[in-house]
C-alpha cells in the first residue's frame, strides 16, 4: 500500500461509526463523557397505546430517547429518534417526549439558564397508524423550535442510513443549524412515496444514485440547506454540534429568508427540472447562500 | 401479536436494572429488573404468533445457567432464537458490569 492509502486506511479504522449506533448510543456519544442523564428511560414505560391495539409491538420508550447532559460543560438536551424502532417514525409519545422536553428547555432559557438543544433526526416522519395525534405533537416540536432558535442555537443532525421526511424534515428545516452526512436524506416526501403517487417514470425509488444526487446530504449542504457536511464518525459530529453553537445562530435564521427562498423556487421551470448540478449552480451563483 | 409469560426458580438477588435491545426487524428489546419475589418472571410481547415452545427451549436454555431473581420484559420483533439468546446473555452481562 502507498503512504496515502496507509493514512487513508487508518484514519477509516480510527472512526466510530454513527450511523451504525442506536439512539441511546448516539445520544451517549453526543454529550460529554460521565454527563449522560435519561428522561423517561425504557423502565418508566411511557411507550405508545395506540400500537398493541393495531397487532404492532411496542417499545417501551417510544423509540424516542431523551438526554440530560453538557457540552463542553454547556447544559444540553438531546432528542434522539430511533429509526430501528418503526422506521424513527412519530406518534404520540414519541413525538411529546420530543415537544415536551424542549418546552421544558424554552422554560429554563426564559429563566436565564441555557439548555443546549440537539435533535438527533432519523425518520420517516409521523407515524401512520397515530396519525393526527403524531402530526399534532409535530407541530407541537415545530413551535418549540421556533420559540428556542430566538433564545438559543437549535442544532439539528441527520446521519443516515433513514434520513429524515415528512413533517420532521420541516422541523430539520426549522433548525438553527443542521449537520448532515453524506450518507443523510432530507426531503418531504421519501423517494418511495413519490414513485408510488407519481408512477416511477417520475421518479425511480430504486435508483440510489439518482436519489441521493437529488436528496443527500452533500447536495443539501451544496444548495444551502445544511451546514456541515461530515463524516460518518460519531466523534466528527460531537464536534460539530459543539461547533455549531460556539457559531451561535445565523443572523437570519434560514427558514424565516422566505423572500430568498421564494426567489429561489420562482427560477425553477417544472417544466423542465434542473438536474442535481445545475441546481446547485441555479441556487448558488450570484445568490447568497 | 402473542403475550407468553414463563417462570423460573431463583437463588441470585438481583439490584440493578439493565436495558438492552431494539423492537426492530429481527431484533427484540429486553428490559431486566429486580423481581418482586424470590423467583424470575419473564413476560413476551412477539409480534410472530404460534412459537410458545421455542420461546420456552430458549428461555430453559438461559436459565440453566441464569439464576437472578429477575423480571424479564422482552419485546420482539421477529428475532431469531440465537438472537433471543444474545440479547439474554448481553443483559445477564450488563448486570455484571
Known amino acids: ?289 | 401479536m402473542e403475550r407468553i409469560e414463563i417462570d423460573y426458580p431463583a437463588r441470585q438477588p438481583v439490584v440493578r436494572r439493565v436495558h438492552v435491545g431494539v423492537v426492530g426487524s429481527g431484533d427484540l428489546e429486553v428490559l431486566l429488573e429486580p423481581s418482586p419475589d424470590q423467583r424470575a418472571h419473564v413476560v413476551i410481547t412477539t409480534s410472530v404468533e404460534g412459537y410458545g415452545v421455542i420461546w420456552r427451549h430458549v428461555l430453559d436454555r438461559f436459565f440453566q445457567h441464569f439464576e437472578g431473581m429477575a423480571s424479564i420484559e422482552i419485546n420482539d420483533f421477529g428475532a431469531t432464537p440465537g438472537m433471543v439468546l444474545l440479547r439474554l446473555e448481553q443483559a445477564a452481562e450488563g448486570l455484571r458490569d
Open chain 1, 1 to 289: 500500500m502507498s503512504g496515502d492509502a496507509t493514512r487513508d486506511y487508518r484514519r477509516f479504522l480510527s472512526r466510530s461509526s454513527f450511523i451504525e449506533m442506536t439512539a441511546r448510543e448516539r445520544a451517549h456519544a453526543i454529550v460529554d463523557a460521565g454527563s449522560y442523564r435519561e428522561l423517561l428511560g425504557p423502565f418508566d414505560r411511557i411507550k405508545s397505546p395506540w400500537l398493541p391495539l393495531q397487532d404492532i409491538v411496542a417499545q417501551s420508550d417510544d423509540g424516542v430517547v431523551l438526554a440530560r447532559g453538557t457540552l463542553d460543560g454547556q447544559p444540553a438536551l438531546v432528542a434522539a429518534i430511533e429509526s430501528a424502532y418503526q422506521g424513527g417514525s412519530i406518534g404520540e409519545v414519541s413525538g411529546a417526549k420530543i415537544a415536551g422536553a424542549l418546552e421544558l428547555a424554552l422554560g429554563d432559557c426564559q429563566r436565564g439558564r441555557p439548555i443546549w438543544p440537539v435533535l438527533l433526526l432519523e425518520t420517516g416522519g409521523v407515524r401512520l397508524q397515530e396519525a393526527n395525534l403524531g402530526l399534532a405533537a409535530i407541530a407541537e416540536i415545530h413551535a418549540a423550535i421556533i420559540a428556542l432558535r430566538r433564545l438559543v442555537p437549535v442544532v439539528g443532525v441527520i446521519a443516515g442510513a433513514v434520513g429524515c421526511f415528512g413533517g420532521m424534515s420541516m422541523a430539520a428545516a426549522l433548525c438553527s443549524r443542521l449537520i448532515v452526512t453524506r450518507q443523510a436524506r432530507l426531503g418531504m416526501n421519501g423517494p418511495e412515496v413519490i414513485e408510488q403517487e407519481a408512477g416511477v417514470a417520475e421518479l425511480d425509488a430504486s435508483d440510489r444514485a439518482l436519489i441521493w444526487r437529488l436528496i443527500g446530504g452533500e447536495q443539501r449542504h451544496a444548495v444551502g440547506l445544511a451546514d456541515d457536511l461530515v463524516e460518518d464518525d460519531a466523534a466528527a459530529i460531537a464536534v460539530a454540534v459543539r461547533d455549531a453553537f460556539a457559531r451561535g445562530s445565523p443572523p437570519v435564521e434560514r427558514s424565516a429568508q422566505v423572500e430568498r427562498l421564494a426567489a429561489r423556487l420562482a427560477c425553477i421551470d417544472p417544466e423542465r427540472p434542473p438536474d442535481a448540478g445545475s441546481l446547485r449552480l441555479l441556487w448558488n451563483e450570484g445568490a447568497p447562500r
